[in-house]
């Protein structure tokens, strides 16, 4: 990620929260929390084997559900 410089220099009439102000609105418009935020909770996209293995296992849990309820054993809801 480049990183960005936003400098704000204080008037020499103006005060201490009038240039905090003008500092976080130019943060605000140059998109840096939003870039941070964004990037906070990013999660990784799962390999393909490890989707299939899920995928696998998920089949094989409802065969044998089905097989369960058939012989009884398993009451539906």
């Given at each position: 990620?480049?990183?960005?410089?936003?400098?704000?220099?204080?008037?020499?009439?103006?005060?201490?929260?009038?240039?905090?102000?003008?500092?976080?609105?130019?943060?605000?418009?140059?998109?840096?929390?939003?870039?941070?935020?964004?990037?906070?909770?990013?999660?990784?996209?799962?390999?393909?084997?490890?989707?299939?293995?899920?995928?696998?296992?998920?089949?094989?849990?409802?065969?044998?559900?089905?097989?369960?309820?058939?012989?009884?054993k398993?009451?539906?809801?």
């Open positions: 990620m480049a990183s960005t410089v936003i400098e704000v220099k204080k008037n020499p009439n103006e005060n201490n929260s009038s240039v905090l102000r003008r500092f976080s609105r130019r943060i605000q418009e140059s998109g840096i929390i939003r870039k941070v935020k964004g990037n906070r909770y990013n999660i990784r996209k799962e390999s393909k084997l490890k989707v299939k293995k899920s995928a696998l296992k998920r089949l094989a849990r409802r065969k044998e559900i089905e097989h369960l309820k058939k012989l009884g398993m009451i539906t809801k």
